[in-house]
C-alpha cells in the first residue's frame, strides 16, 4: 500500500493551493488579461496543483508496482485500469497532463482563455480527483 502520509501531504498541499485559487475566483476575463502578475499567479499556482496530483499519481504506481506509465497522461489510463480512479477522473486527469505539458514547454504561447476557462470551471475536478484519492486510502480499490 502507499505512504497514506505522502498522499495525504500532497492533498493537503492541493488543498491549500485551491484556497489560494479562490481568492482571484471572481476575476473577470478583463482584469484576468490586464493583470500579468494576476496572469502568472494563476497559471502557477495550477502548474503546482498538476505536479501535485501527477505526484500522487506516480507514488501510486510506483508503490504497488504497477505497470509503467509512458506519459504523464498514461499514468491515469494506469490508475483507471487498476480501478483506483474512475473513468471520468482518468479523462480528466489526462487533460490535466495535457495542460501541465503545455504550461511547460509551450510556456511563450500559453492561451489566457485556457487558462482563465480552468480558473473558472474545472477546480472541481481537481476535487473529485481528491475525493477518489481519500476513498483509496480508506477502502483501497473501486
Same mark, same amino acid.
Given at each position: 500500500?502507499?505512504?497514506?502520509? &505522502? @498522499?495525504?501531504?500532497?492533498?493537503?498541499?492541493?488543498?491549500?493551493?485551491?484556497? +489560494? /485559487? %479562490?481568492?482571484?475566483?471572481?476575476? !473577470?476575463?478583463?482584469?484576468?488579461?490586464?493583470?500579468?502578475?494576476?496572469?502568472?499567479?494563476?497559471?502557477?499556482?495550477?502548474?503546482? &496543483? @498538476?505536479?501535485?496530483?501527477?505526484?500522487?499519481?506516480?507514488?501510486?504506481?510506483? +508503490? /504497488? %508496482?504497477?505497470?509503467?506509465?509512458? !506519459?504523464?497522461?498514461?499514468?491515469?489510463?494506469?490508475?483507471?485500469?487498476?480501478?483506483?480512479?474512475?473513468?471520468?477522473?482518468?479523462?480528466?486527469?489526462?487533460?490535466?497532463?495535457?495542460?501541465?505539458?503545455?504550461?511547460?514547454?509551450?510556456?511563450?504561447?500559453?492561451?489566457?482563455?485556457?487558462?482563465?476557462?480552468?480558473?473558472?470551471?474545472?477546480?472541481?475536478?481537481?476535487?473529485?480527483?481528491?475525493?477518489?484519492?481519500?476513498?483509496?486510502?480508506?477502502?483501497?480499490?473501486?
Amino acid at each position: 500500500m502507499p505512504n497514506e502520509n &505522502i @498522499i495525504l501531504r500532497l492533498i493537503a498541499n492541493i488543498e491549500s493551493y485551491l484556497e +489560494d /485559487l %479562490k481568492k482571484v475566483r471572481e476575476i !473577470s476575463f478583463q482584469e484576468f488579461t490586464d493583470d500579468i502578475i494576476k496572469q502568472r499567479f494563476i497559471e502557477r499556482t495550477l502548474h503546482i &496543483i @498538476i505536479e501535485s496530483v501527477l505526484d500522487i499519481t506516480h507514488h501510486i504506481i510506483s +508503490d /504497488l %508496482k504497477l505497470r509503467e506509465p509512458n !506519459s504523464y497522461a498514461d499514468a491515469f489510463n494506469v490508475l483507471f485500469e487498476n480501478k483506483i480512479i474512475t473513468e471520468k477522473t482518468g479523462d480528466n486527469g489526462k487533460l490535466m497532463a495535457q495542460f501541465r505539458n503545455r504550461l511547460v514547454h509551450y510556456y511563450e504561447k500559453n492561451e489566457p482563455e485556457i487558462i482563465f476557462e480552468i480558473l473558472k470551471k474545472h477546480q472541481i475536478d481537481f476535487m473529485i480527483f481528491i475525493n477518489e484519492m481519500k476513498e483509496f486510502i480508506n477502502f483501497g480499490v473501486k
